[in-house]
């Protein structure tokens, strides 16, 4: 049964025409609520942009430039991390009507990482977007964007192939303390709550009391307290331009940074684990946050157009199950534990952001057999009328055709068809190379279904091949640029 509000109708198709029941007006009347939650859930969620200055202001510059002609920003903070010098509007050099957007926060002392955190408890909207002014984000914000407003209790954030697996090692789960958490560094661009950025100073305050040097390595200790594995993206990152008269000593060049950098590590999965089990004796809450995501763990990338996020169930690392000891594995989320192996050296060259590099000859293919559940989908960001999209795929035929396609308005609720089947039976595929391009048109569903937000293809049932897809692509959709 789809179940939205007080909608309830059967969804399941069958071959046997007799058994198969959709009850089209419910369907719309469901679509219409859900665009209105889309729309209320864009509302509530309003975005300031986090910028620390240090020393290299014609970076803030571009990165204000840009954070304005998006229009997706409420606000702008600034927070001069230099004591040396008051920033002022006139600095940033903006125009008159984008200053009202702009407030520059000068701090007496420079606090670091912590510094993000400070900016961020001081915003008016609900959420915090930051990136550090090393990244262009141009080519992800809107992906990124969405992907937080689908699952707003989350840290989402994007990086690399290479960091993405590292980080999925420094995952560790206990069910028996409530313990579900995974690490993510948030510089590259990442979105937030600010009551997550709140809790977080009051937690440093608390727990690094006797380690006030740490305080400055904040970073380290912000996902793993959220006890909850964070959505990232894996993207290409892109460095913005740098002014080669300005010069300062990076952070990591500063006297024990690596060794601080560790002990940072090890204390924020031992002060996390203490607290969950010291909670199972005593009910002392420490960390009240318990696993709040709506959506499952997935691997997934945006599109090169950042207008579109594929993504899958089937991960790298079997993060679920990875054994964790306290008394073994205090130091997993730190750099003696990289990545190695054929598994990793396989997920560099057919990761999620193959898919989507408008490149037919590199493939998404996960390390492994299909196995019944597990699923290929796309998010085109918000709901979307009369899609027409393109699949390459470079597994069999016959594996693609017993895929059970289905869409849904939420990504949580989903709505198969007997109309969908025929798509990979009616001859709209084309022939490239030694793989298969299909044509998915929506105007081809019944008018009920031509409008939804996502598409995925689930495997019913094991297969003896492993999943490959080698491009996506929007072709044509009638709302796709809307913000």
């Known amino acids: ?61 571009l990165a204000v430039q840009h954070y304005v002609s998006t229009k997706y920003f409420k606000e702008i903070i600034i ?39 400070q900016a961020c408890a001081e915003a008016k909207t609900l959420v915090c977007f930051y990136a550090d002014d090393d990244w262009n984000t141009s080519h992800y914000i809107k992906t990124l964007i969405a992907s937080f407003r689908s699952d707003p209790n989350v840290l989402h954030s994007v990086t690399n192939v290479v960091t993405y697996y590292n980080n999925l090692l420094w995952t560790f789960m206990d069910s028996r303390i409530d313990l579900h958490t995974g690490f993510s560094w948030i510089g590259c661009g990442s ?44 993207v290409d990152l892109v460095s913005s331009p740098t002014d080669i008269n300005e010069t300062d000593m990076a952070f990591s060049s500063k006297k024990d940074f690596y060794s601080l950098q560790h002990t940072s590590s090890v204390l924020a999965i031992r002060k ?55 008394t073994l594995d205090p130091d997993r989320a730190t750099y003696r534990n990289v990545p190695h192996g054929p598994n990793y050296t396989h997920f560099v060259n057919y990761n999620t952001l193959k898919a989507v590099d408008n490149d037919e000859q590199t493939c998404w293919r996960p390390n492994g057999f299909v196995k019944k559940g597990d699923f290929f989908a796309i998010d085109f960001l918000r709901i979307q009328s009369h899609i027409v999209f393109s699949l390459i795929i470079g597994h069999s035929e016959r594996l693609q055709s017993s895929l059970k396609m289905q869409v849904s308005f939420d990504g949580i609720w989903w709505i198969s068809h007997r109309s969908f089947k025929r798509i990979f039976m009616n001859g709209n595929r084309m022939s490239v190379t030694s793989f298969q391009r299909f044509v998915i048109d929506s105007r081809q569903f019944p008018s009920e279904l031509q409008s939804f937000r996502y598409v995925t293809f689930n495997a019913t049932q094991s297969s003896n091949e492993p999943f490959q897809v080698c491009d996506v692509q929007i072709i044509n959709s009638f709302n796709i640029n809307r913000k």
């Open 1 to 61: 049964m789809f179940t939205i509000g007080i909608f309830n109708f059967n969804i399941d198709s069958t071959s046997d025409n007799r058994n198969y029941v959709i009850d089209a007006n419910a369907i719309f009347d469901a679509l219409k609520q859900t665009k209105i939650l889309e729309a209320e859930h864009e509302q509530q969620y309003q975005l300031t942009a986090i910028i620390l200055h240090w020393k290299r202001l014609s970076r803030v510059q």
């Open 79 to 117: 927070w001069n991390n230099n004591p040396e010098i008051n920033l002022t509007l006139n600095e940033i050099s903006t125009s008159n009507q984008s200053n009202g957007l702009i407030r520059i926060i000068n701090s007496y002392v420079n606090m670091y990482d912590e510094a993000k955190y």
């Open 191 to 234: 979105l937030f709550l600010r009551e997550h950025a709140q809790r977080h100073l009051q937690l440093l305050r608390m727990h690094l009391q006797t380690n006030p040097e740490l305080l400055a390595f904040s970073d380290l200790f912000f996902s793993i307290w959220l006890n909850d594995i964070p959505s990232q993206l894996i």
């Open 272 to 326: 996390l684990e203490y607290s969950l089990r010291l909670n199972q004796l005593t009910m002392n809450v420490g960390f009240p946050r318990k696993q709040n995501r709506r959506f499952p763990y997935s691997t997934r990338s945006p599109s090169s157009k950042d207008d579109f996020i594929f993504y899958s169930n089937v991960l790298p690392v079997d993060i679920e199950n990875i054994p964790f000891d306290i």
